[in-house]
């Protein structure tokens, strides 16, 4: 399914011709579930009312542990709806790749959020563009739950893993109307050929979640598929509060390591040994702001007068414990690096099928250079770490290429 080789060219494409009724296939939709039946009833509502062939659209809900009434929920109000229940939460990645297990003689696999209702032509536009052969998967126009901003519009990168949606917080204009190349789709609306999903491994189950959107967009590019924007595929976000229902170090764990893994897995050799210095670099400036150490602390012993060094001692033993948020962010590097063997063999698995090299899919990052740390201790840090290890010259033009797509 879309095996490509050479320059992506243009980020922008030109759909084909609507897909008539009788070539629209059979299409497994996956909704996720954890103590969502708040939103359950207005997502199922949405998808009944949609404009797909009869019986070429089922609808499987993967719930993962719910105690809540959910399973209750959906069984009174639509038994049309298969259920496959998880004892406990096993994480997204690994109910979403369960659920399309299980998606029979399905040929695509959508995956779509709980909190979310969708357009009546929601899943026609979004799976066209996979039955016409020109990608591999797809992702929707996500908007927020009123219509009055843009919650995604397909999404870029930066250079050590974090995914930008594009377009969030924007108002809706002909900028989100405009199909293109997109990095990666957004696991809460997307779509994806069954076969090329199950080929290239699906979502990488140690993710639990966050993330892992990111890098199966970036593992589809380097094994030579390609990812596309459908804005006429259009459904509205309610922004579940899921995350909230686990301790806030838990989650930030996750969305430390799993950028990290993503870009050791998917950069070629050259790009990793340039990249992943600094991004080590950031995550121990973010695991000191994370801390609340100051920049000029105690620990620091030219900060203390020389006939004074005993209150100098006695400031650092008397220094607050650190953060739950800094421990989260330590433990999460060192995962990555503990497991160092385990981490090569996954890597060596993307490598070793490569189709597409790195600076074919860089234009499709958007924003490599920018950084979450907007503090000028952490830009300066940055810039000159980048500058030595050369990403300024991997990335800027890209950088720039951004900021034309954007406007």
Same mark, same amino acid.
């Given at each position: 399914m879309s095996q490509a080789s050479g320059s992506l060219g243009d980020l922008y494409v030109l759909p084909g011709a609507p897909v008539p009724n009788e070539a629209l296939p059979k299409v497994l939709v996956v909704v996720l579930n954890y103590n969502g039946r708040q939103h359950l009833r207005r997502c199922f509502e949405s998808l009944a009312a949609l404009d797909?062939?009869?019986?070429?659209?089922s609808f499987l809900l993967v719930d993962n542990g719910s105690e809540d009434g959910s399973l209750e929920e959906l069984r009174a109000?639509?038994?049309?709806?298969?259920?496959?229940? *998880?004892?406990?939460?096993?994480?997204?990645?690994?109910?979403? *790749?369960q659920g399309a297990a299980n998606k029979g003689d399905a040929s695509i696999v959508?995956?779509? *959020? *709980?909190d979310m209702r969708v357009d009546p032509a929601w899943l026609r536009e979004l799976v066209a563009p996979i039955v016409r052969g020109e990608c591999a998967a797809t992702t929707s126009k996500m908007l927020s739950w009123d219509g009055a901003r843009i919650d995604s519009a397909g999404g870029g990168m930066n250079f050590h893993g974090i995914g930008i949606p594009y377009g969030y917080g924007d108002v809706p204009s002909a900028e989100h109307d405009v199909a293109r190349r997109t990095l990666f789709a957004c696991g809460g609306a997307m779509a994806v050929d069954a076969r090329t999903f199950e080929d290239v491994g699906g979502f990488d189950r140690e993710y639990f979640a966050y993330y892992e959107d990111v890098d199966l967009g970036w593992r589809l590019w380097v094994l030579g598929h390609e990812v596309h924007y459908v804005p006429t595929s259009v459904c509205w976000h309610h922004h579940s509060s899921t995350s909230r229902r686990f301790p806030p170090e838990t989650v930030r764990l996750v969305q430390i390591r799993n950028p990290l893994l993503t870009i050791f897995k998917n950069y070629d050799d050259e790009n990793l040994h340039r990249v992943l210095p600094v991004a080590l670099g950031v995550a121990i400036r973010r695991m000191l702001l994370a801390a609340r150490i100051p920049d000029q602390h105690p620990y620091l012993i030219y900060h203390a007068k020389a006939v004074d060094l005993d209150s100098a001692a006695g400031a650092v033993r008397s220094n607050p414990e650190i953060s739950r948020d800094?421990?989260?962010?330590?433990?999460a590097v060192h995962e990555v690096l503990v497991h160092w063997r385990a981490r090569m063999e996954r890597r060596a698995q993307v490598q070793s099928r490569r189709r597409r090299a790195d600076a074919e899919i860089f234009g499709l990052f958007l924003r490599p250079l920018?950084?979450?740390?907007?503090?000028?201790?952490?830009?300066?840090?940055?810039?000159?770490?980048?500058?030595?290890?050369?990403?300024?010259?991997?990335?800027?033009?890209?950088?720039?290429?951004?900021?034309?797509?954007r406007t």
């Open positions: 797909y062939p009869r019986g070429r659209a109000h639509f038994p049309w709806v298969r259920i496959l229940e *998880n004892p406990r939460n096993f994480g997204f990645a690994p109910a979403c *790749n959508a995956f779509l *959020n *709980n800094a421990v989260a962010d330590l433990i920018w950084s979450v740390e907007s503090d000028a201790t952490s830009q300066e840090m940055i810039a000159s770490m980048a500058a030595f290890y050369g990403l300024d010259d991997l990335f800027r033009t890209f950088e720039r290429g951004a900021v034309e797509v």
